[in-house]
């Protein structure tokens, strides 16, 4: 099995930083890409950003220039650094990265729980 955890969430005024993370553990053979979406209220769930296995990144016109995302290959994590976070930037941020947890099994998609984002004064 396996899950993924995030972290970083959290209440920040509007201007400030957050930086998100998320682990990857359990059985895990390969890792492919690895991305953010996000959900506000009454909202459908959006990209963020996601990043390729090569490192090759994409980011919704919402958020370029004020987020970036990486990923550390040693440690199964994307981290999603924000910065001048705005009240629209509120909403529950959710990771996922597609993983293969055998040679020969094919790759599936795995979600976070979500961690909540408030941006607020």
């Known amino acids: 099995q396996v899950q993924l955890v995030e972290s970083g969430g959290g209440l920040v005024q509007p201007g400030g930083s957050l930086r998100l993370s998320c682990v990857a553990s359990?059985?895990?053979?390969?890792?492919?890409?690895m991305g953010w979406y996000r959900q506000a209220p009454g909202k459908q769930r959006e990209v963020v950003a996601f990043?390729?296995?090569?490192?090759?990144?994409n980011y919704a016109d919402s958020v370029k220039g004020r987020f970036t995302i990486s990923r550390d290959n040693a440690k199964n994590t994307v981290y999603l650094q924000m910065n001048s976070l705005k009240p629209e930037d509120t909403a529950v941020y959710y990771c996922?990265?597609?993983?293969?947890?055998?040679?020969?099994?094919?790759?599936?998609?795995?979600w976070g729980q979500g961690t909540q984002v408030t941006v607020s004064s």
């Open positions: 990043i390729t296995s090569s490192g090759k990144t």
């Open positions: 359990g059985s895990i053979f390969s890792i492919n890409a």
């Open positions: 996922n990265q597609v993983i293969a947890t055998r040679r020969e099994d094919p790759f599936y998609v795995y």
